[in-house]
């Protein structure tokens, strides 16, 4: 007994003290939330090509870490540089952070004891993956040459032997490859001049008119419903630990937000759902077939949409164990089967007049080997090729590839509901936070950021907050718009792939992204985000944000630019990145549908093919 007391009499203060600092640490931590987005402030001298690419999907470089910069070679976005697309490791951090409908609210999807051991399985499971991966640059480049000869060129790979021998289905690090590499300016030079084209093919004046459908009608295929409705039946399994039943509600939109006295800054009433990051597929489906120039005879029809949920498919065998390759792939062969039974429309054309929504980013569908366990080839079909796709995330090198915002809490029924949320957003000229950073450190992914910028953040607590997502709370807009609402700057560093959804979530609450790749967003979206990515945004070089107060130097933007900045989001960016109601009547505006189906039937009208001779 003595000596049991002399241990409790040791023990006693270090476990008061440790208790004092858990208490304290979380005393600096919003919780929940979602991943936020920046601008390009620190950046002074040197040209954006010189920031780190992108992954490159299925290549590994072997080359020399890139040189620590320091404060004064950090890059500020290029009023040249435009959006292009991300990975599709997003796709599994989906999975890992969508709690289910049916859990209850102790399931802390990245803190539970669970959740850790489901990351850690899945985590083995993607270095497996890496293992066992058998692609070469020579399999690649024979998939790729099928694509091109069906009109679709995406930049070939450097043909270097050291590179096919480290050929990966997963990209290399970000820093892997600059443009200070020929092949690196080569591929960023073809970026570039790939997202003028997108923005050029699509910039076509065609009126909005409803009565004027003249070169703008839209045939809807009537898939079997085996390729769309019947997939929402199996909401219960599509993913092995959660629901989403709740999720594909209202068509897509999910379940409306209650609004009460915790959440009565989410105005107008009516207009906010819990809706998911992969809804697209549902939402844009449930539009189009309220399109005002839709027609149903498919010789009159201008564009034909085919309404397959491809990544409600491919998500429902990513987590099963043992699938094979035929079988992730059978319903889109079913798929390809039906349309070349459509003779007047499919398999008489070149597919240049036909669209398709997925909800996933490009990688899920671009499978490269048939031995690979992640994904479809949907996309990698050569008969898909000059179909144009509107992705989430787009491949950065493929013409027909193009960005699409993500789908955010916000769905308006009217122009009266986008205004009363724009008069929302500007209603404070000073927000009470400098700075926010919502997600978590990922410490087991190599060459993340997000630890560095914590820990910057919370040493300075009086200017920067953080948003813990762990306990659920971001899969609805309270915490999330709560915190980006307080803001003028929301950081966003690349994930498991360079897009996200809080992109669009932060730009809805006029709070200026900071991104620290250019491949998040000036890479991905030519018809949504404006080219010049100054104006909007700031952009900080990923390798140089532990030499550089991150906070400090986004202190030093003037506040008169922060709210020009700010006005600039919320008039003419905020209206056309979100997604209206199927049935909405809007007049002045244009949602980011009405955006897409304009430059849609554009480009459809220009016939114009992308030439990347010049560049070979």
Known sequence: ???????????????LALLAIIFWSASLQIPSASVLDLECLVCHGVNVVKNPLWQLRALSFDRDPPKQRSESEIVVASDSVTGLPSLDDQDRVFQLEIPSASTTASADLEGGEDEIDKQKEIGEFFQELQRNSSSTIADR???????????ERPLQPPNDPSIARNASINPPSISSLTADDQEGKRAIEEVERLMQFLRRSGSGQVKKSPQDCQGRNVYVYDLPPKFNTDLLKQCETLLPWMSMCDFVRNSGMGLPVSIDAAR????????????????????????????????????????????????????RWNFVPNVSSAQSDVLGDELMTWLIQQPSTWKTG????????????????????????????????????????????????????????????????????????????????????????AGQPR?????????????????????????????????????????????????????????RRSVFDSLLAGCIPVFFDPFTAYYQYPWHLPSNGSAYSVM????????VDIVGELQKIPFARRKEMRHFIVHEILPGIVYAQPGSKLEKFEDAFDVAMRNVIARVASREVYDSSELR
């Open 1 to 15: 007994m003595v000596i049991l007391r002399r241990m409790r009499t040791l023990l006693f203060p270090p476990f």
């Open 141 to 151: 480049n024979s998939t790729l040459e099928d694509s091109s000869q069906a009109g």
């Open 264 to 315: 009565d800054f989410l105005t107008p009433r009516g207009s906010w759902f819990k809706t998911h990051q992969y809804a697209l597929e549902m939402i844009f489906h449930a539009r189009i077939l309220d399109y005002s120039c839709r027609v149903l005879d498919p010789s009159l029809a201008d564009v034909f949409y085919v309404p397959y949920y491809a990544g409600l498919d491919v998500m």
């Open 350 to 437: 070149d597919r240049r007049d036909h669209v398709i929504a997925l909800g996933k980013i490009s990688w899920d569908f671009r499978r490269m080997t048939s031995d690979a366990k992640w994904g479809s080839n949907l996309l990698a079909r050569a008969d898909m090729a000059n179909v144009t796709k509107l992705l989430i995330e787009r491949h950065p090198w493929h013409p027909n590839d193009v960005g699409v915002p993500h789908p955010t809490f916000f769905h308006p029924g009217s122009d009266v509901d986008i205004t009363t949320w724009q008069a929302r957003v500007l209603r404070d000229d000073v927000r009470p936070s400098l700075v926010a950073f």
């Open 443 to 499: 410490p087991g992914q190599g060459g993340s950021i997000r630890g560095e910028l914590i820990r910057q953040c919370t040493a300075r607590s009086d200017l920067c907050r953080t948003l813990d997502c762990g306990s659920g709370a971001c899969f609805g807009p309270e915490a999330t718009l709560g915190l980006f609402l307080v803001s003028d700057f929301c950081l966003q560093p690349v994930g498991d792939s360079p897009t």
């Open 540 to 547: 900080i070089a990923a390798d140089s944000v532990t030499d």
